[in-house]
């Protein structure tokens, strides 16, 4: 299984696009692993997770097909993990020669309202599939099953874990700490690679919609001790640039995630 973390910013991007906080002026004067844009993955060339506001960016960036998507699966229905407008592109004369069309796009209620709101399933190349938490979806050669994040009190966010025949992936992105049924169903089971968000960084408070890094560290310790861990969607309120955060992730047996980095497993 191929992923490419193709952003790992917080709704705001990072530098912010309006901000001029000391966080923003370093990341701007550094460049590199701290310039992020808003988080999504790739997984081979034909599944994805979330479709932000910089998608055009990332297909520019990481020379990424989307001709080739077959299957986008969606956390929440936030503007910065799921931008509805860009799938009215789908359809002629904005795109011709998708290779398997329809696309399905998997969400919870929220999101499968939204779609066909904005996007209408008789005139677009799409398919809305509505999600249950805790039930598997098998999608060509994966089985993604949607996890119940603790996010927005308004909607039934989910974080998804990600299985072949030999791999188990955890995608926990916009989610605070788990509640107990959630945490009793990832517990019970093994991983290969757990991608976490970790919004608040080092910051101290409680991780009710998003996660901190000793939040982060409590869920591994839970789910799997031993497991390569890899933290992702990152504000620059945290105050801490790329380098910064390895300093403290990594003597912890954490990777600091950056834009584009790909993860084989």
């Given at each position: 299984?191929?992923?490419?973390?193709?952003?790992?910013?917080?709704?705001?991007?990072?530098?912010?696009?309006?901000?001029?906080?000391?966080?923003?002026?370093?990341?701007?004067?550094?460049?590199?692993?701290?310039?992020?844009?808003?988080?999504?993955?790739?997984?081979?060339?034909?599944?994805?997770?979330?479709?932000?506001?910089?998608?055009?960016?990332?297909?520019?960036?990481?020379?990424?097909?989307?001709?080739n998507?077959?299957?986008?699966?969606?956390?929440?229905?936030?503007?910065?993990?799921?931008?509805?407008?860009?799938?009215?592109?789908?359809?002629?004369?904005?795109?011709?020669?998708?290779?398997?069309?329809?696309?399905?796009?998997?969400?919870?209620?929220?999101?499968?309202?939204?779609?066909?709101?904005?996007?209408?399933?008789?005139?677009?190349?799409?398919?809305v599939?509505?999600?249950?938490?805790?039930?598997?979806?098998?999608?060509?050669?994966?089985?993604?099953?949607?996890?119940?994040?603790?996010?927005?009190?308004?909607?039934?966010?989910?974080?998804y874990?990600?299985?072949?025949?030999?791999?188990?992936?955890?995608?926990?992105?916009?989610?605070?700490?788990?509640?107990?049924?959630?945490?009793?169903?990832?517990?019970?089971?093994?991983?290969?690679?757990?991608?976490i968000?970790?919004?608040?960084?080092?910051?101290?408070?409680?991780?009710?919609?998003?996660?901190?890094?000793?939040?982060?560290?409590?869920?591994?310790?839970?789910?799997?001790?031993?497991?390569?861990?890899?933290?992702?969607?990152?504000?620059?309120?945290m105050?801490?640039?790329?380098?910064?955060?390895?300093?403290?992730?990594?003597?912890?047996?954490?990777?600091?995630?950056?834009?584009?980095?790909?993860?084989?497993?």
């Open positions: 299984m191929r992923i490419q973390i193709l952003g790992t910013a917080a709704a705001e991007g990072w530098p912010a696009v309006f901000c001029g906080c000391d966080t923003c002026v370093r990341a701007r004067a550094a460049g590199g692993h701290n310039l992020r844009s808003r988080s999504s993955i790739q997984i081979d060339d034909i599944y994805k997770i979330d479709l932000p506001p910089d998608t055009f960016h990332h297909v520019l960036t990481y020379d990424i097909n989307l001709s998507l077959e299957h986008l699966f969606i956390t929440h229905s936030h503007h910065d993990h799921f931008a509805v407008s860009e799938l009215y592109y789908t359809r002629p004369p904005f795109a011709h020669n998708i290779r398997k069309p329809p696309i399905r796009i998997y969400g919870n209620e929220t999101v499968a309202d939204t779609v066909r709101t904005k996007v209408s399933e008789d005139s677009h190349p799409i398919e599939v509505t999600l249950e938490a805790f039930v598997p979806v098998k999608a060509n050669d994966l089985r993604f099953i949607p996890i119940t994040a603790h996010h927005s009190p308004n909607e039934h966010c989910l974080n874990v990600i299985e072949s025949d030999s791999v188990r992936v955890l995608y926990a992105s916009d989610t605070g700490e788990y509640e107990q049924p959630t945490l009793d169903f990832l517990a019970a089971l093994d991983y290969d690679l757990l991608i968000e970790c919004t608040q960084g080092a910051l101290p408070g409680p991780a009710t919609s998003h996660m901190s890094f000793e939040a982060v560290l409590r869920l591994r310790d839970k789910i799997g001790p031993t497991t390569r861990t890899v933290i992702t969607h990152f504000s620059h309120n105050g801490l640039l790329h380098d910064e955060f390895e300093a403290i992730a990594n003597p912890e047996g954490v990777e600091v995630a950056y834009d584009g980095i790909v993860l084989e497993c």
